[in-house]
């Protein structure tokens, strides 16, 4: 496909068969760096027990999914950490709610003329 795509840019830019070998063969061979992730192996035998644990990418050292370096946090650590963020949430939450004041005054109030009607809706003058 990179040989035909070559050699039909080549031919649109008016350049000779030595260009379009050379694009051609250095598309193929992606300039000499090869596959990403190295070659497909296809398994020709049963894969072992976790295969899936492990992510081998093709270089000499695979890694395991799961970091087995640092400590793990336990349950109980884990469920102080959740509490103490929910509650940073809830305590935002109810700061907010305590603060608002537009469901105090919903509407903002009217002001009328003449000392704001009081007269007219039957106040003293």
Not at 11 to 40: C, D, E, W, Y
Not at 52 to 74: A, S
């Amino acid at each position: 496909m990179a040989g035909r795509l070559s050699s039909v840019a080549s031919r649109i830019i008016g350049g000779s068969g030595i260009v379009s070998r050379s694009a051609a063969s250095s598309l193929r061979l992606r300039a000499g760096m090869g596959l990403p992730f190295g070659k497909h192996i296809v398994p020709d035998r049963p894969l072992p027990v976790n295969d899936e644990l492990v992510w081998d990418d093709g270089t000499p050292f695979p890694e395991p999914y799961i970091d087995r370096i640092t400590d793990t946090v336990g349950k109980y650590e884990a469920l102080a950490w959740l509490c103490g963020g929910l509650s940073c949430f809830t305590g935002l939450g109810l700061l907010a709610v305590w603060n608002d004041k537009a469901s105090k005054i919903p509407f903002a109030p009217k002001v009328y003329p003449y000392d704001n009607l009081q007269v007219e809706l039957g106040g003293k003058p």
